[in-house]
């Protein structure tokens, strides 16, 4: 059984947009994610490219927030910031 064909990558444009991880399923963007050690804040780089690339997901991944019992990949659309230990859990 495949799940598809992914790739990872990041994103910086000469106007000093950047996003740390691209993961793109497909050929196509799947999610982007931006890591912060602290700051909830969506960045407003991952903001900028998840509008241009149409991305489903948007993450600002916290280092120091604590785990939260949620689904990150429940709600496509806005990018939402998200505990490093919750995100993770997600992966698999």
Not at 50 to 76: G, K, M, S
Request: net charge negative; hydrophobic share 45%.
């Amino acid at each position: 059984m495949s799940l598809g064909k992914f790739e990872l990558g990041y994103l910086r444009d000469k106007e000093k947009h950047e996003v740390d991880f691209l993961v793109a399923r497909d050929g196509r963007p799947w999610f982007l994610v931006e890591v912060k050690q602290h700051d909830e804040s969506i960045s407003p780089s991952l903001k900028y490219f998840q509008q241009q690339l149409t991305a489903p997901f948007a993450f600002q991944v916290v280092l120091d927030a604590n785990y939260v019992d949620a689904d990150c990949f429940a709600r496509a659309g806005a990018p939402i910031a998200v505990p490093a230990r919750t995100f993770l859990s997600q992966l698999l």
